[in-house]
């Protein structure tokens, strides 16, 4: 299994920021000791002429050349810099590079991503440019040009916030799904609408998480069923864990793992390639959102050796 990493290209941020920038290398250097079957390689950075098959070129402009106003500042969450936009770039290619290996190897991963936040035209929320959109119209184009056929593309965002930035680019495009289970009153406050959105309550715990995804994932086969998806981006967001600071879920590590199987495993049986990213984390220690994380990449190694034979022979 093959995974794409960006943390040589740290944004800087400001001393108490509450985004954990740290634990992109300390989930890393514990997949290389833990685990020796993952490769792990740098990711490539994500051109304009990429991000543009999502973003509109204004925007683009706007945080290449650094002229993001302060209001487009606050609402990434982040100041601009030089280290921003690179870092940007390779979170984007990561995923762009995890999507092309699992449609040739049937699972792959981004340590990094998920930003699902981040418009069209806007970023908000930490993201700026959203890795899973542009990944999903860049896999549909390359796809066509091989096979002169259309790719479908479902995204299951686990994340603990709804995902309103993928959902609005995709509204209207009906080769992608989009779903998403997430904290009801949780950011962002206004969301946008998915294909399937299922609001959980504060507090909601394993066993309440898990039936809600079931029901999810059996209503989204359901309405797929003529229109099968041929690769799934899957946001593994560490962020439900009852140990996450902005979660207000109470997930233990058992119930994000089961939660993991569970997808891994549904794409698995039906053949269908999936390209995962680790989306939000904000454990109240960091060594909780890494050991949540490092959880996901255990469980979908262990489905790439039961159902890579099967999913390779789909994907090519």
Known sequence: MQAF????????????????????????????????????????????????????????????????TAAQQREIGFPWSLAMVERSRRSVGATIAAARCALGDGIAANLAGGTHHAHNDRGAGFCVFNDVA????????????????????????????????TAAIFSEDPTVFTLSLHGAKNFPFRKAASDLDVDLPDGC?????????????????????????GLIFYLAGADPHEGDRLGRLRLTFDGLAERDRRVFEAAGKRGIPIAFVMAGGYGRELGTTVQAQFNTFRSALAASQRWWPLVARCAS
């Open 205 to 229: 715990d394993d066993v309440d998480y898990l039936a809600a995804l079931d029901n999810a994932l059996e209503v989204m086969w359901r309405r797929l069923r003529n229109e099968a998806p």
């Open 134 to 165: 542009v990944a999903a119209r860049l896999m549909q184009a390359e796809w066509h040009r091989r096979h002169r056929s259309l790719l479908r593309v479902a995204v299951v965002d686990l994340d603990v916030h709804q995902g309103n930035g």
């Open 5 to 68: 990493y960006s943390d040589h290209f740290v944004l800087p941020v400001p001393t108490g920021h509450r985004f954990p920038m740290a634990k992109y290398a300390l989930l890393r250097d514990r997949l290389a000791t833990a685990l020796p079957e993952i490769g792990l390689h740098e990711a490539p950075a994500a051109s304009d002429g990429e991000l543009a098959l999502v973003h509109t070129p204004t925007y683009i402009e706007a945080v290449v050349s650094g002229q993001l």
